[in-house]
T-cell receptor
Framework: DAKTTQPPSMDCAEGRAANLPCNHS???????VYWYRQIHSQGPQYIIH???NNETNEMASLIITEDRKSSTLILPHATLRDTAVYYC???????????????FGKGTKLSVKP | GAVVSQHPSWVICKSGTSVKIECRSL??????MFWYRQFPKQSLMLMAT?????????EQGVEKDKFLINHASLTLSTLTVTSAHPEDSSFYIC???????????FGPGTRLTVL
């Protein structure tokens, strides 16, 4: 079972920031928070991951709470092409055996509207 | 980012036939590749994990004799659905892992329809 909970759906206006929350209250000390997204009928796309510090790349920012029990993915200026299902996954980063497997929950369906 | 391709992108076959799906890492060597299945309106479910040169590890409930996985090189893994039936119709997605970095890079998926 997925170790994260996410809202099933969210709407966002084009050009605005999209803030996608994720709860992972049972996260272990050696588990990272990963975010992927899946545009309809395509394979998932890696977005970002982090351990405890906030992370930023060209796609998004990841804000992890100090107790690491929740995080927020931020798309600073959402576009229509960001409409997708966003998956928050906790995973041991140094892959070895089944501990490194990605377990996909149901994710959040983000709809960016004009 | 790393690029993973799949072939074919879609396939339609008759019940009882076998279908082979290829997964290639185009610009990196993938020691580990993963195969997922996704039914309509559902999330991805891991089917098996394959390491180059060794037998695949199947998830519980996935029949290894029906879903044959071969990972003969660091850039190619194949999934063969043997004696396909309509209930095998699904979106099959592979991913490849860069061990040092940990991310899985996904292919575009293959949509299988069994008539």
């Amino acid at each position: 079972d997925a170790k994260t909970t996410q809202p099933p759906s969210m709407d966002c206006a084009e050009g605005r920031a999209a803030n996608l929350p994720c709860n992972h209250s049972t996260i272990s000390g050696n588990e990272y928070v990963y975010w992927y997204r899946q545009i309809h009928s395509q394979g998932p796309q890696y977005i970002i991951h982090g351990l405890k510090n906030n992370e930023t790349n060209e796609m998004a920012s990841l804000i992890i709470t100090e107790d690491r029990k929740s995080s927020t993915l931020i798309l600073p200026h959402a576009t229509l092409r960001d409409t997708a299902v966003y998956y928050c996954i906790v995973r041991v980063a140094n892959y070895g055996g089944s501990q490194g497997n990605l377990i996909f929950g149901k994710g959040t369906k983000l709809s960016v509207k004009p | 980012g790393a690029v993973v391709s799949q072939h074919p992108s879609w396939v339609i076959c008759k019940s009882g036939t076998s279908v082979k799906i290829e997964c290639r890492s185009l610009d990196f060597q993938a020691t580990t590749m993963f195969w997922y299945r996704q039914f309509p309106k559902q999330s991805l479910m891991l089917m098996a994990t394959s390491n180059e040169g060794s037998k695949a590890t199947y998830e519980q409930g996935v029949e290894k004799d029906k879903f044959l996985i071969n990972h003969a090189s660091l850039t190619l893994s194949t999934l063969t659905v043997t004696s396909a039936h309509p209930e095998d119709s699904s979106f099959y997605i592979c991913s490849a892992s860069l061990d040092a970095r940990g991310e899985q890079f996904f292919g575009p998926g293959t949509r299988l329809t069994v008539l």
